[in-house]
């Protein structure tokens, strides 16, 4: 009976002890006293920790760093492979434009009929201004046909074989295209040049041009077909002692970077040697 | 005789090269010529016995794809190459040298016979805006084009013409 009252009177006392702790405790009356004991071991478990960290990063990171490398690896494969990509489509968008500016070209103009073809190479001469595609006689092109794009006149073709044909341009020495003035109507002729500049002659000193005045083909003679843009006039040289004056024409087509070209074939040439009288002995 | 076999795909490799890159570089209006280049550095070889094949295949090559007369490359490369083998035989003991030598006056040479036959021929050229625009940048292009034509076309020699090596008894 007796050790049963000093068991509830222990019990008793250790709950009394708990329950005063816990109150001081929430009190705060216990914080310095927990500071005390608590900060070295925290010390402890942080240094524990810290170590234990960097006991991991020294195990693992070789095979990390292998990994990181091998996936930077790919990573720069498909960089360079998507930049291709982005380097091909971009040359297909520009050929693509190129080609819709044609077909809207050759939409603008139902009457007549192309054969589109690609620029793919240049007269070896310097002197020449001449250009090679990939259309022969075999896709229907013949000598003299006229050659467009979609800005404006490029030239005539000049030699065909099967696959390939070369292109005369405007601007070459030996061309001389009959054009007329948008505006005023007259007519003259558009020479090229060993540089690659063309002019304007034979137009009468009584005639006004004025800078940016369009040039069109006037069909005369039968060698291209009338009204294909030439160019623009953008410097006129006129000299009182002289029966014509002339003008300098900046041409609609940039010649430097020519990549495709129509040919028109439906317009055949008109041979006027025949009509030509020759002396008779 | 495998080197006359060569000279019509070579040159011919050489004239799409040309047309399709070289003619596309300009500097003003001129532009490099490589075929001219490769017949003078095979010309100018001294263990390559004979030219005359190469001269007929770049002259011929060029006359058909270009819209020149069809015989203008074919005088003018030969006359080039003439001259190559003069300074060969008789003067010239240092090749490279010889290279630019040839190619400067080379130059010279055959773009005024292409002036005096383009004149008579219906394309008016001026001779001064020839000169400027045309003759003097393609005169500095073939001379920076020399060196690296020469060095190819001697490699080739000398692989198609290797050195023979006597030895006395």
């Known amino acids: 009976m007796k050790t049963l009252v000093s068991r509830f009177w222990q019990t008793a006392l250790v709950l009394i002890v708990a329950s005063g702790l816990i109150l001081l405790a929430l009190s705060g009356y216990l914080h310095p006293l927990l500071r005390g004991v608590m900060s070295p071991l925290v010390g402890v478990q942080q240094w524990i920790s810290s170590r234990y960290i960097a006991a991991y990063q020294f195990l693992t990171a070789p095979r990390d760093m292998a990994s990181l490398q091998q996936r930077n690896l790919e990573l720069e494969r498909q960089v360079a492979e998507l930049q291709a990509q982005v380097i091909e489509l971009q040359q297909q968008l520009r050929e693509a434009q190129v080609i819709y500016a044609l077909l809207d070209f050759a939409r603008a103009h139902p009457q007549n009929q192309y054969v589109a073809a690609n620029v793919i190479g240049r007269d070896p001469s310097p002197f020449l201004h001449y250009v090679i595609i990939d259309r022969g006689s075999d896709d229907g092109i013949r000598h003299g046909m006229p050659v467009v794009t979609s800005q404006g006149l490029v030239g005539r073709v000049d030699a065909v074989t099967a696959g390939a044909a070369r292109v005369q341009l405007i601007t070459d020495a030996g061309t001389i295209v009959n054009v007329r003035l948008q505006n005023s109507k007259v007519e003259g002729q558009v020479h090229g040049s060993v540089t690659g500049e063309i002019s304007l002659e034979m137009i009468p000193q009584d005639t006004v041009i004025q800078l940016g005045d369009l040039v069109l083909t006037s069909g005369l003679g039968g060698t291209y077909p009338p009204d294909i843009l030439v160019g623009q006039v953008s410097d006129i040289r006129k000299q009182p002692n002289q029966l014509f004056q002339t003008a300098v024409v900046q041409p609609v087509v940039d010649f430097s970077t020519l990549q495709a070209v129509l040919v028109i074939t439906n317009f055949r040439p008109i041979q006027l040697a025949p009509l030509i009288p020759t002396p008779i002995p | ?169």
């Open chain 2, 1 to 169: 005789m495998l080197a006359d076999w060569l000279a019509f795909p070579l040159l011919g490799g050489l004239l799409m090269i040309q047309t399709a890159i070289i003619s596309r570089l300009t500097l003003l209006s001129g532009s490099g010529d490589l075929i001219l280049l490769a017949l003078i550095a095979w010309a100018l070889h001294e263990r390559v016995r004979s030219a005359l094949v190469w001269v007929l295949a770049g002259g011929l090559l060029v006359g058909w794809v270009s819209g020149m007369p069809l015989l203008l490359p074919l005088i003018g490369y030969g006359l080039v190459v003439a001259l190559a083998r003069m300074i060969r035989r008789q003067v010239w003991q240092i090749p490279l040298l010889a290279m630019l030598f040839v190619t400067f006056w080379g130059t010279l040479i055959y773009h005024a016979l292409t002036i005096v036959v383009l004149q008579f021929s219906g394309s008016p050229l001026p001779w001064e805006s020839a000169l400027t625009h045309v003759t003097l940048p393609s005169l500095f292009l073939n001379i920076v084009l020399a060196f690296p034509v020469y060095a190819l076309f001697n490699d080739l020699a000398n692989w198609l013409y290797p050195e023979t090596v006597v030895k006395n008894a």
